[in-house]
């Protein structure tokens, strides 16, 4: 299995032999980067996603509406803390599917 996982990967980096290594490593980034971007867009939750996002701004503009108010501020910390851990739930199944070839990747650059 490693073999093939090489010669793979192998194929995949010939194009970019003659580059010096800096430039190869930043045109691998920024093609995994969009690759990865597309892939999160894809399998993520996106309507949950920004509507988590909306309602943690929101926690954080309370704090900055009453800061003289030290519960209003505890409360909207609470519910900003909250309104982050769901939008790292949204983010789990995004994670979990880019795992896997990030992993791969990550081994065969080096």
């Known amino acids: 299995m490693n073999e093939a996982l090489t010669s793979?990967?192998?194929?995949l980096f010939l194009p970019l032999e003659g580059l010096a290594p800096a430039a190869a490593m930043v045109l691998v980034s920024?093609?995994?980067a969009v690759l990865f971007l597309v892939l999160f867009r894809l399998t993520?939750?996106?309507?949950g996603v920004r509507a988590s996002k909306a309602r943690a701004v929101g926690q954080i503009l309370a704090i900055r509406l009453f800061p003289d108010d030290p519960?209003?501020?505890?409360?909207a910390l609470g519910g900003a803390l909250w309104e982050n851990l769901?939008?790292?739930?949204?983010s789990l199944r995004p994670l979990l599917v880019v795992l896997l070839?990030?992993?791969l990747l990550?081994?065969?650059?080096d």
């Open 44 to 47: 993520s939750n996106q309507e």
């Open 106 to 109: 990550l081994l065969h650059l």
């Open 8 to 11: 793979i990967f192998d194929g």
């Open 86 to 90: 769901i939008y790292l739930r949204h």
């Open 101 to 103: 070839p990030f992993v």
């Open 30 to 32: 920024i093609v995994t």
């Open 71 to 75: 519960w209003v501020t505890l409360r």
